[in-house]
């Protein structure tokens, strides 16, 4: 301002208004380039609007709310998953890999990818790399292991999500079949490196969560752990609640807490899960005939492994305290509660209704710190819809007296109102249920309003938060023509 001045009382002219104008613009202009921004992303792994019904039922009855209903913009976001042999061809049911891609850097590419493209397997660059770049605070905080897909595509690049540490990179096995391979991403073919070495390479302020396990094999080429050179590259590791809340501020922070994925909060009373309905003899001769056997009702409870296991609210807590004081850009933090899909998976709908439970916990302390700190865009989505499905109690044909069943697997949840809810899984017989091809919602907070459409893809999420930062949307270069 100083230098305006400066100009406006030696040019004593209409040039010299004019010039003092500019200047002013020009400060104006630089001001807002450099002006505080922040964006948190929160993401529920595997969060459609069935899995959000079942927890707001729960948790706060059919007539209730919760956070999540509370804040003032509500869309949806289109899934978009394409094929890895030709990126023109969609596929309609997506995985975390492919879809945190998305939102990470703006292109949609194949499922079990981390931030690289169908068919060509080049690096995107990613919002934190390019928030990084801008001066900008990062962090990533998970109820899951840092290096598993969604985390992970924030900040790494590999063609295969399961290279997640040195000694997983070539010919991946489970139970004695391949499952992937990562060998041309190996340091020694010009590669980045596993997930877990490209984390404690990658500069990121904070990273919280679990994935012990994968920090401490040999960093590729080297005779010391990634743990080791994480602390080399000048991140302070906490292994435990206590590390996490007595860590002194300043300086890059690694918290693992788990070997694996962190546990979960609820669990079925006695462990259970849902369970397939027994129909009787009679009823397998001839479908109108017999009778059928329901599961009994359950309630959730706490998950005693959870007891000292820092929540995902108090991670958060932590990340925002640090990442504020970080930078004067601002910051970007990627917060995701994992286990609502990990959960679905193996058809537990308690585990699934606490991690949602942790989210919204969390959505309130992020909107606690906007309310602070007003530059603050505060996204809330899902990467992937999944099996959970509210059905009736007990089929509405019951009361004509035939006994139909579902052919999958059921939970009956004794609600605090005094009902019960029926939940069922029944993408699959196997050991494991699988993702839906829904659309997912996607909410905002105050700051979202006006920057966020009824509907979008998401790549757009991506279009939406550099757009709130400031940065320039940069990925035409790895789209199909």
């Not at 009373?269 to 009787?280: L, N």
């Not at 035409?476 to 023509?481: C, K, N």
């Amino acid at each position: 301002m100083a230098r305006c001045v400066f100009l406006s009382s030696t040019v004593r002219s209409s040039t010299g208004l004019f010039v003092f104008i500019a200047c002013l613009f020009a400060l104006a202009g630089s001001a807002a380039a450099q002006s505080t921004r922040n964006v948190i992303l929160i993401i529920g792994d595997g969060m459609d609007d069935q899995q959000i019904t079942i927890a707001r039922n729960y948790l706060e009855g059919s007539r209730g709310v919760l956070s999540l209903d509370r804040l003032p913009v509500r869309s949806v976001a289109q899934v978009l998953t394409v094929s890895n042999e030709d990126p023109e061809q969609a596929i309609y049911v997506a995985d975390s890999a492919n879809t945190a891609t998305s939102m990470a850097t703006g292109v949609a590419t194949s499922r079990g990818r981390i931030s690289t493209t169908a068919g060509s397997d080049e690096d995107i660059k990613t919002i934190i790399e390019r928030a990084e770049e801008a001066g900008f605070a990062t962090g990533i905080v998970a109820t899951a292991s840092v290096t598993d897909a969604t985390p992970a595509s924030f900040a790494a690049h590999v063609s295969q999500r399961f290279c997640e540490n040195p000694g997983q990179m070539s010919n991946i096995e489970y139970r004695g079949r391949v499952i992937g391979d990562c060998s041309q991403d190996l340091k020694a073919n010009g590669g980045p490196g596993s997930i877990s070495e490209q984390l404690v390479a990658s500069g990121v302020d904070v990273i919280l969560g679990g994935g012990a396990k994968h920090f401490e094999p040999m960093a590729e080429g080297e005779e010391r752990s990634v743990k080791e050179v994480a602390a080399a590259n000048g991140y302070r590791v906490v292994v435990d609640k206590a590390g996490l809340e007595s860590a002194p501020g300043g300086g890059k922070l690694l918290g693992l807490f788990a070997p694996g994925h962190l546990p979960v909060m609820w669990q079925g009373e006695d462990g259970r899960v849902a369970e397939k309905p027994k129909p009787s003899f009679m009823n397998r001769i001839h479908k109108y005939l017999g009778k059928v056997k329901l599961p009994k009702p359950m309630t959730c409870v706490p998950n005693p492994a959870f007891e000292d296991t820092p929540s995902l609210a108090g991670m958060t807590d932590v990340a925002l305290a640090r990442l504020s004081q970080a930078s004067d850009r601002g910051f970007f933090l990627i917060i995701e509660s994992a286990s609502i899909d990990k959960k679905s998976h193996g058809r537990d709908p308690c585990g699934s209704i606490g991690e949602l439970e942790q989210l919204d916990r969390t959505v309130d302390r992020a909107l606690a710190f906007a309310e602070r700190h007003p530059e603050t865009l505060i996204l809330v989505t899902a990467d992937h819809g999944h099996a959970a499905q509210i059905i009736p109690n007990e089929s509405l044909f019951s009361r004509f007296g035939v006994p139909v069943y579902t052919p999958g697997h059921l939970a009956r949840l004794k609600t605090p109102e005094g009902s019960i809810m029926g939940v069922n899984y029944a993408t699959n017989d196997f050991k494991l249920e699988e993702h839906s091809g829904v659309n997912v919602p996607l909410y905002a907070n105050q700051a979202g309003v006006g920057r966020v459409p009824p509907m979008i893809t998401q790549p757009e999420v991506y279009d939406i938060m550099v757009g709130y930062l400031g940065l320039r949307r940069m990925v035409a270069e790895y789209e199909a023509p």
